[in-house]
């Protein structure tokens, strides 16, 4: 079920990963907000999470520097708007795995869609 509304990272078939941070990306059938919904969700059953990656063009360098402004490249930060990080550690045990499974998918149904124009 998670996988009709929740990216996970793509399987590199040609090189070994190097973790250091789990992000997924809700599809783009869910509405703006919803992403920050479902962190608020999983915070309040104690599950870390966070919003990963801010737009590079919406950082204060590029920002000042460069004058980028939101809108500029509306899919990059469409895409961010969507994303987030979720626990990973080396001694994650397959249970707390299956907890943070489990409290997204209990909160999918109930998070906002796009509505069709």
């Known amino acids: 079920p998670l996988a009709n509304d929740v990216a996970r990272p793509p399987e590199p078939t040609d ?9 997924v990306r809700l599809h783009d059938h869910f509405a703006d907000g ?17 919003p990963y990656f801010p737009p590079i063009h919406l950082q204060p360098y590029y920002r000042d520097r460069f004058g980028f402004a939101p809108g500029d490249f509306p899919v990059c930060e469409r895409v961010s708007a969507r994303t987030l990080a ?3 550690y080396g001694s994650m045990t397959r249970a707390e795995v299956d ?14 869609r796009q509505t069709k124009a």
Not at 17 to 23: E, G, I
Request: proline share 7%; with cysteine; aromatic share 10%.
């Open 15 to 23: 090189a070994e990963r190097s973790w250091f941070v789990y992000v």
């Open 99 to 112: 907890r943070v499974a489990d409290a997204i998918a209990q909160t999918l149904p109930d998070l906002p």
């Open 86 to 88: 979720l626990p990973f």
């Open 34 to 50: 919803a992403r920050d919904q479902l962190m608020e969700h999983l915070q309040s059953e104690g599950i870390g999470c966070a």
